[in-house]
């Protein structure tokens, strides 16, 4: 387990921490916090190698993810791959490590990746064409859509309602309760207790660099036809460990 420190880092590795110690996994390396910006990584990428780990759980920033696995891996280090779902972004594909990244991480999955065979993609996929035919297929197009949609139904009960000031608005999203997106996120509620409102369902893929190299690499774009390489294997689920995870606080 290594990540950086604050809760970008620490808040993933509580969970994997839970889960580990819940499934009766050894925690062969604890290096939670240990990738601070700045400071000499050298022996955190040493310990990754000597480890002897099934799989490595990282949470980090993509380019020092790119330096722990190059590091680790040259040191001999052959084992998998997976943590933080913004630690791997499809960019990395392009890099020498490209290869090495589609072998051997699995990436979380909280979104649907753009140009999945889900209900809502093809409206979603469709209008992002329409309005951004020069850009990159990234999965934060979704991220954004997402965002945009649980705007759009709050926004659409308060005009329903007759009160479009920001208590009104409140007052809405406590009325809707519970948030489809068509198959392109697991559904949530809008309630005030954090505990109940967070999504406990995720899914989990690779990095497909076969797609990502027969579109042009980063000079894929959504005119052309273009989806993400990040490919689902497991599509959204919430595991026993997720369903009574306490989030009624900060993970970490």
């Not at 579109?215 to 689902?232: C, F, H, K, M, Y």
Request: with cysteine.
């Amino acid at each position: 387990m290594v990540t950086s420190p604050g809760l970008f880092g620490e808040d993933p590795a509580a969970g994997a921490t839970f889960a580990a110690d819940s499934l009766g996994l050894d925690v062969v390396y604890q290096g939670i916090g240990a990738l601070a910006a700045g400071e000499d990584i050298s022996p955190v990428v040493a310990a990754v190698a000597r480890s002897g780990a099934d799989i490595v759980f990282i949470a980090t920033d993509p380019i020092t993810l790119a330096t722990v696995m190059d590091g680790s891996v040259q040191l001999g280090y052959g084992g998998q791959w997976t943590g933080h779902g913004e630690t791997f972004n499809l960019r990395l594909l392009d890099t020498a490590l490209g290869d090495l990244i589609a072998q051997r991480v699995s990436v979380p999955i909280g979104a649907a990746p753009l140009g999945s065979p889900v209900e809502g993609m093809n409206d979603v996929y469709t209008r992002l064409t329409e309005l951004l035919p020069d850009r990159y297929p990234s999965d934060a197009l979704v991220r954004g859509y997402l965002q945009f949609e649980a705007t759009r139904q709050i926004l659409s009960r308060a005009l329903e309602l007759g009160d479009l000031t920001p208590a009104g608005v409140v007052r809405a999203s406590r009325q809707i309760e519970s948030m489809s997106y068509r198959g392109l996120a697991p559904p949530n509620l809008s309630v005030d207790d954090p505990n109940l409102a967070v999504s406990r369902a995720s899914g989990l893929g690779h990095l497909d660099k076969t797609v990502f190299d027969a579109q042009g690499g980063l000079g894929a774009r959504l005119a052309e036809g273009a989806v993400s390489p990040l490919i689902v294997d497991h599509p959204f689920a919430a595991s026993d460990l997720a369903t009574r995870y306490d989030f009624s606080r900060p993970c970490a």
